[in-house]
């Protein structure tokens, strides 16, 4: 059974820094993708990063520059470390899984495709 949990939330001034952090535990896929979703109450679930199996990782045009996404794949964990935050980063950050299929990718906009959801850590900013 596969469960994921994150953590590294918080609250920061803007322009401060976060390293979120997603454990991923039981997965056993051989070719996967491994996302960053946030998303503000009331409002629709946002990818934000995506990476996977294939080495390509997509970020949504809003983080562009200022987040980065890695796997640690020895510990099993996905990491989004996020600089110059803005007050509109605000929101909780999920992170979750989804197969990779032959000669496809990660898409970043479409969380109705990814699977095994954490319970998502809060980031706050400040302006």
């Known amino acids: 059974q596969v469960s994921v949990a994150e953590s590294g939330g918080g609250s920061v001034q803007a322009g401060g820094s976060l390293r979120l952090s997603c454990l991923v535990h039981g997965y056993t896929e051989n070719s996967y993708c491994l996302a960053w979703f946030r998303q503000v109450s009331g409002k629709g679930r946002e990818g934000v990063a995506v990476t996977g199996t294939d080495s390509r990782t997509y970020y949504a045009d809003a983080v562009k520059g200022r987040f980065t996404i890695s796997v640690d794949n020895a510990k099993n964990i996905l990491y989004l470390q996020m600089n110059d935050l803005k007050p509109e980063d605000t929101a909780t950050y999920y992170c979750?899984?989804?197969?990779?299929?032959?000669?496809?990718?990660?898409?970043?906009?479409?969380?109705?495709?990814?699977?095994?959801w954490g319970q998502g850590t809060q980031v706050t900013v400040a302006s």
């Open positions: 979750a899984t989804r197969v990779l299929r032959v000669g496809g990718y990660c898409p970043i906009n479409a969380h109705y495709e990814y699977k095994n």
